[in-house]
Structure formats: structure tokens, C-alpha cells
């Protein structure tokens, strides 16, 4: 499995670069998008760490700078096991800052939108804890296909601050309505229908 991992702080990798640095040895690339400067440097063939020397790696490191400003607002560094030239760098570069995306939107969901994933941890003895972290993978997997394909779904959720405002929704339409299916109660919250609730005699 490829990987692109952050490259930061005083390792082995970036004593090689800054030796490179110092003989103006990093290849680099320079191109604009919307008003930033980019700048990215990079290498191939280090290696990785001192234990383990026949292990090498490529690295790469990118630069924004506003062009009204001339201040830096971004810099960051990585390294891979990806090939690396001047077609494909900016590509990189794009993946490799998705990973805040990533880190963002899928572990911050799981772990404070609803799912409570790092709580699942605490149950049970030998293989419960782990059976219940993959349900919760498999409910994400699914509610990942639910909002990009169905629409009910996200007209449900454009109702809603967040996703666990939805999910408590849904749970409470759940446990107090018969409901044939998951799209009838996405449509009952997206027409804001109230119970019908006889009076006390």
C-alpha cells in the first residue's frame, strides 16, 4: 500500500534534505492558484532512517504565499513511496493536504458526530470491542452512500445543525412512529410533521 506520511521535526530525512538544501541540490516547481504563490522542492532516494538504510524514500515539500501579503500561509513536508516529478508534484501535494480533510470530516464524525466511536473501545472482553468499532465502520460506510446518493436523505439533513442533531432525529422518530423504511422518516423530518397526540382525559 502507497502511503504519504507528514515529514516534520528533526529526523534523519531532513538532515539529508537540508544537506541537499545547502548545495542547491532540490529539484523544484513554482505555479499560482487563486493569488498564492506555490512552491514545492523535492527528492528522491533518501534514506529513510539510520537502522534501517536499504530502506529509501522520496520526499516533498510545499509552500503558499499571498500574493497581496507576501506572507506564508501554508508549509508543510512528507514523504512517500511514490515516485515523484514535475507532473505528478502538484498532484501530490493536493493529496497530501486532503489528509486534514480526511482527518477532519471522517475521524472528527465518528468520534463527535453521532457515531461515539472511541467509546466502543471500553466494552466487553477479546473480540466485542473490536465487532463493535467495525458496526460503526460499516453504519459510516453506509450513511457515506446514503448522503451522496439519496436525496431525501439530504433534504433530512439540510433541516438539521449537524449530523448528530439527524441521527437524534431519526432515533426519536424510530422509537415513536411505525416507519416502513428510513426514507419515511427522512421525509417526516424533511415536512416537519408533529405528532398527533391525543389529550389527557
Not at 493536504?97 to 468520534?111: D, P, Y
Request: with cysteine; glycine share 4%; net charge neutral.
Amino acid at each position: 500500500m502507497s502511503n504519504i506520511i507528514v515529514c516534520k521535526g528533526q529526523n534523519f530525512v531532513q538532515l539529508q534534505v537540508a544537506k541537499l538544501r545547502q548545495k542547491e541540490e532540490l529539484q523544484s516547481l513554482t505555479w499560482q492558484k487563486n493569488g498564492k504563490t506555490c512552491t514545492a522542492y523535492f527528492t528522491s532516494d533518501l534514506i529513510l532512517n539510520g537502522s534501517h538504510t536499504d530502506i529509501k524514500t522520496n520526499y516533498f515539500e510545499y509552500e503558499q504565499v499571498d500574493n497581496k501579503t507576501n506572507e506564508i500561509v501554508f508549509r508543510g513536508s512528507w514523504i512517500t513511496d511514490l515516485p515523484i516529478d514535475k507532473k505528478n508534484l502538484a498532484e501530490l501535494v493536493a493529496v497530501a493536504r486532503a489528509r486534514w480533510k480526511i482527518e477532519n470530516e471522517v475521524f472528527n464524525t465518528l468520534k463527535n458526530q453521532g457515531y461515539h466511536l472511541e467509546h466502543n473501545y471500553g466494552h466487553g472482553h477479546k473480540y466485542l470491542a473490536t465487532n463493535f468499532a467495525l458496526l460503526t465502520f460499516l453504519a459510516f460506510f453506509v450513511d457515506q452512500i446514503v448522503q451522496h446518493l439519496d436525496i431525501f436523505f439530504q433534504k433530512a439533513k439540510s433541516k438539521c445543525s449537524s449530523f448528530a442533531s439527524l441521527w437524534e432525529k431519526v432515533r426519536a422518530i424510530f422509537y415513536l412512529v411505525p416507519v416502513v423504511s428510513m426514507e419515511a422518516i427522512y421525509k417526516f423530518i424533511v415536512e416537519e410533521k408533529q405528532l398527533d397526540i391525543p389529550p389527557l382525559e
